[in-house]
């Protein structure tokens, strides 16, 4: 595993739980609002495996759940072997994707090994390539929602509020996700001040929000 840095203590990135959450290293994809940029070149880890695990020995019965997300985790070969040794330890395990790699996703949701799944919907399907600013395996993506859909764990969409995704965008995803447990919408920040601002008010997400909750429950975040 290549981890760059973990947080010890979070209260909101496994819903309802007190939760460590690891950043794995490298991304396939260059994402232009990422938030998390100095996380997508595949390179090296900053933080040993071992040391994370040695953490999480001391927190036994303090935090809940361990959040894998990244960059995207399951790039990592070894990542099925590094959520095995953190379910020993007793935690639950969320798990953070953009849903690229369905075969790794089966793999985990096969072997038991997460609990539950955050994958991003970035935007609709004939956009994808424009946000991932790469070329982007669709088919891959809808392979993971089947999964998620059809899975017995929880499991959540969500979507975030970017200038280029249009209020039809939104209503569409929800479409599409119809039969879904959760889908969320999340405001928008720009990692930096050169970023597009916001287009979106408060009130208009509120509004999206309701017009999605037609095909499948829907939240602001």
């Known amino acids: 595993m290549e981890i760059h840095n973990y947080v010890k203590t979070s209260l909101i990135d496994y819903p309802g739980k007190l939760a460590c959450v690891v950043f794995t290293q490298g991304c396939m994809w260059n994402c232009w609002f990422c938030q998390n940029a100095e996380l997508l070149s595949l390179k090296k880890g900053e933080v040993d ?33 590094f959520i095995k040794e953190i379910k020993d330890l007793g935690f639950l ?22 609990d539950y799944v955050a994958m991003d919907i970035k935007t609709i399907s004939k956009k994808y390539n424009d946000v991932a600013q790469v070329s982007v395996n669709l088919d891959a993506l809808k392979q993971s929602i089947s999964l998620l859909i059809n899975s017995n764990i929880d499991y959540e969409f969500r979507t975030t509020a970017i200038p280029t995704i249009l209020k039809q965008d939104f209503i569409d995803i929800a ?6 447990k959760h889908y969320y919408i999340q405001h928008y920040l720009p990692p930096t001040k050169n970023h597009p601002k916001p287009i979106y008010a408060d009130a208009d997400l509120q509004q999206i929000v309701k017009e999605c909750n037609r095909y499948i429950t829907t939240k602001l975040r």
């Open 175 to 180: 479409k599409y996700l119809k039969g879904a």
């Open 93 to 114: 395990v969320k798990l953070d994707t953009n849903g690229t790699n369905p075969t790794a996703l089966k793999d985990l949701l096969d072997k038991k090994l997460i």
């Open 49 to 81: 495996k071992q040391e994370v695990l040695d953490f999480l020995k001391t927190r036994i019965g303090k935090l809940d759940a361990v959040v894998v997300c990244g960059g995207e985790p399951t790039m990592h070969k070894d990542l099925p072997q």
